[in-house]
């Protein structure tokens, strides 16, 4: 059974950092891409940051360009976000997606449960 844990979220001021983590079970964690996503209150679910199975290639959303890093360890199956310069409207659930494939231009088909970032003084 897949699972994908996020944890790492909370409550930060403007400027702040926040280290999300998603733990993952039940699949082969490095033959899969895997991404992050966000979805604010009346918003749509918004591309974060996604990462191919070995680490080697990244992409990212325009808003968190040179503000947020994604990474992974394969060994301990788990994708990271580091997010560095938070702004308000940074403010939103994120959540941890699966990809089908290595290759995360091929869609994600498991999503975890969210956790919540808030960014505000």
């Known amino acids: 059974q897949v699972q994908l844990v996020e944890s790492g979220g909370g409550l930060v001021r403007p400027g702040g950092s926040l280290t999300l983590s998603c733990a993952t079970s039940g699949f082969s964690f490095g033959f899969h891409a895997m991404t992050w996503y966000r979805q604010a209150p009346g918003k749509e679910r918004e591309l974060v940051a996604s990462?191919?199975?070995?680490?080697?290639?990244?992409m990212y959303g325009d808003s968190v360009k040179g503000r947020f890093t994604i990474s992974r360890d394969n060994i301990k199956n788990t994708v990271y976000l580091q997010m560095n310069l938070l702004k308000p409207e940074d403010t939103a659930v994120y959540y941890c997606?699966?990809?089908?494939?290595?290759?995360?231009?091929?869609?994600?088909?498991?999503w975890g449960q969210g956790t919540q970032v808030t960014v505000s003084s």
């Open positions: 997606g699966k990809g089908v494939t290595t290759d995360y231009l091929r869609g994600f088909d498991s």
């Open positions: 990462i191919s199975s070995t680490g080697g290639r990244s």
